[in-house]
């Protein structure tokens, strides 16, 4: 049986995959050439795909052979769920593979944030030496608010912990003795505008849909505290990002950290990429040797599952 990949997919999880017996034919660019991807689909059994693939009802009308698609990664926004249910093709997602890599950049951003090394780093190599001007502050104590409440919110809230932090969770799906509560010591507030003002750092973990477009905007923006930062390492779209840097031009917050955005890559001339306070980087909270060996690995071995004829515990659809 042949498997087609057509994105970036570590090594290990390939080899895996010829190891078990397949044919895999592998082009990491793929997702950007869509014709010739469309005319590829067809002659598969399996399809791998990332982020950038956009497996929608005339992607899946090709694919007449795929038996199942497995997403290296666990957002979904680039797959018509209903469209593979429709036509009976399990869709797998690498579930928490890359949770704790997207914890541990939740820390790297709030470390940064309080004490700025880089930063420190360039100024010195120019000369000067601004004891004070550098004088950061220390996590502990400060207020970690978590905007879903899932198994990244969790491997989070247990890392801040250690550090000190007070931490608040939103999540209307998250009932009082589910883990993230019972287990971290993670307070649940009833509304997102209560978790907003009483945050010094907001870090998102909720997938794009209908009800968490824009989710955070100019209407609430003026809630937060004028030091507080936002962290997004979910999807681009959740937060307003021309809100964004109006409401710290403004200084109605101090910054924010985004590895998402609703345009990626970004725009040289994107208003985003103009503020210092914004710090940007390449969609890669989920991206280390470690998750991506963990993904390439499950992905494999689930797909595998799926063709020889069992059912995948990772499976959405």
């Known amino acids: 049986m042949k498997i087609l990949v057509t994105e970036l997919m570590w090594e290990d999880g390939i080899e895996e995959l010829r190891r078990l017996g397949y044919s895999v034919d592998y082009d990491m660019e793929l997702s950007r050439k869509r014709e010739e991807l469309l005319n590829l689909v067809p002659k598969y059994d399996a399809l791998i795909v990332r982020n950038e693939t956009r497996v929608d009802p005339e992607f899946l009308d090709a694919a007449k052979k795929a038996k199942v698609i497995g997403r290296l990664g666990v957002g979904l926004d680039n797959i018509n769920l209903e469209a593979a249910k429709e036509r009976n093709i399990p869709v797998i997602p690498a579930k928490n593979a890359n949770a704790t890599s997207v914890a541990e950049y939740v820390m790297a951003a709030m470390l940064d944030a309080s004490r700025p090394l880089s930063d420190a780093d360039a ?14 502050y220390e996590l502990n104590k400060r207020t970690l608010g978590l905007i879903g409440l899932g198994e990244i919110a969790n491997r989070t809230a247990r890392r801040a912990k250690a550090f000190g932090m007070d931490i608040i969770g939103y999540d209307p799906f998250v009932a009082p003795f589910d883990h993230v509560l019972a287990e971290t010591g993670v307070r ?14 907001v870090s998102v973990h909720v997938p794009l849909t209908k009800a968490t477009k824009y989710m955070i905007n100019k209407d609430n923006f003026p809630l937060m505290k004028p030091h507080a930062y936002v962290i997004n390492s979910a999807r681009g779209g959740i937060i307003h990002e021309q809100d964004l840097v109006e409401a710290i031009q403004s200084k109605k917050i101090a910054g924010a950290y985004l590895d998402v955005l609703e345009k990626e890559p970004v725009e040289k001339d994107s208003s985003i990429a103009q503020i210092e306070s914004i710090r940007l980087s390449p969609h890669i909270a989920g991206l280390t040797d470690e998750s991506q060996s963990r993904t390439a690995m499950l992905i494999a071995q689930e797909v595998d599952r799926v063709l020889k004829g069992g059912e995948s515990i990772c499976a959405v659809v």
């Open 188 to 201: 649940p507030v009833d509304t997102l505008d209560e978790l907003l003002s009483d945050s010094d750092f």
């Open 123 to 136: 100024d010195v190599r120019r000369g000067n030496w601004d004891r004070r001007f550098f004088t950061g």
